[in-house]
Antibody
């Protein structure tokens, strides 16, 4: 079954850290770039970060640059998002998405809540 | 990295056609044919409807079509159906190697 499944969300205090995972199956993971996209409650989609198929290049939105790090382990078919120095405005559902024809495969998302 | 500009809401009657616009700049929409459109129903993950400006993924109805002129991309939905009621987002690659979404358009089928 072709799918990506996010995990690792939860409640964290401001200034804290969290690592999200995205497990891929049913396609050749090491052939595709991958994105993280987030959606704050009741708001629109916000692109967060992208990593090339081979992990050699990453790009970040200004809102997370220097705080978030994207990585991947192609041997485990898994994408990661390390989130540090979290702020209340980082509260959102975080989706991973495969870069095929557009972002052509999305997970169900994992909710991150930053609150004291 | 300013968001692309979309109308906040649009509406149409069943059977009608509507066109949602997505305005960017010469640093994103105007310079690359990497514009895509996403449909999102409440509580669901987004689904790609159009990619690379005009291409429709397998399984997406041919009632959906995309185009671009200058810094503005458009999504046209013909023969509106009740199931088309959803939020729609455009997305573009940018000159600094990032991607940017539009603010989203809430489509109501009357």
């Amino acid at each position: 079954q072709v799918q990506v499944v996010e995990s690792g969300g939860g409640v964290v205090q401001p200034g804290g850290s969290l690592r999200l995972s995205c497990a891929a199956s049913g396609f050749t993971f090491n052939s595709y770039g991958m994105h993280w996209v987030r959606q704050a409650p009741g708001k629109g989609l916000e692109w967060v970060t992208f990593i090339r198929y081979d992990g050699t290049n990453e790009n970040y939105a200004d809102s997370v640059k220097g705080r978030f790090t994207i990585s991947r382990d192609n041997s485990k078919n898994t994408l990661y998002l390390q989130m540090n120095s979290l702020r209340p405005e980082d509260t959102a559902v975080y989706y991973c998405a495969k870069d095929g024809g557009g972002l052509d495969l999305w997970g169900q998302g994992t909710l991150v809540t930053v609150s004291s | 990295q300013s968001a692309l500009t979309q109308p906040a809401s649009m509406s149409g009657s069943p059977g009608q056609s509507i066109t949602i616009s997505c305005t960017g700049t010469s640093s994103d929409v105007g310079s690359y044919n990497y514009v895509s459109w996403y449909q999102q129903h409440p509580g669901k993950a987004p689904k790609v409807m159009i990619y690379d400006v005009t291409n429709r993924p397998s399984g997406v109805s041919d009632r959906f079509s995309g185009s671009k002129s200058g810094n503005t991309a458009s999504l046209t939905i013909s023969g509106l159906q009740a199931e088309d009621e959803a939020d729609y987002y455009c997305n573009s690659y940018t000159s600094i190697g990032t991607w940017v979404f539009g603010g989203g358009t809430k489509l109501t089928v009357l």
